[in-house]
């Protein structure tokens, strides 16, 4: 191995450490990082306001326990607030469609090419 093999290998490294955090959910936008688990004001602090945004609440039952009599019970409904942010990165940039549950990210995907 070459001194120059020497030299790129920790480069490449790097870049593969990185290519590896951006597939499990993180991005980067105006020079900073957004991963899985931020909060929206975070967020919207490191990259300004999204391209577009949609909101819902959605019913999700919890808890659950199965009675003596086979039946069963503990079950509640709560609401849960959804939040999905897209911002558009650019001509030639994949956008990226944030998704917030209760103002937490929860969900990074890549989009279709920005305009």
């Known amino acids: 191995m070459t001194k120059k093999h020497i030299l790129l290998a920790p480069a490449f490294v790097l870049a593969f450490i990185f290519c590896c955090v951006a597939g499990i959910g993180a991005f980067e936008c105006d020079n900073k990082f957004v991963s899985v688990g931020s909060f929206k004001d975070e ?45 558009n990165l650019g001509s030639g940039k994949f956008m990226q469609i944030l998704t917030f549950e209760n103002a937490k990210l929860i969900k990074i995907e890549t989009g279709g090419i920005g305009y």
């Not at 919207?44 to 609440?57: A, E, Y």
């Not at 326990?65 to 509640?76: T, W």
């Open 43 to 87: 967020v919207l602090s490191r990259c300004g306001p999204p391209s577009m945004s949609d909101s819902w609440q959605e019913e999700r039952r919890v808890g659950g326990y199965i009675r003596d009599n086979g039946q069963l019970g503990g079950v509640r409904s709560v609401l849960v607030n959804i939040d999905r942010w897209t911002y």
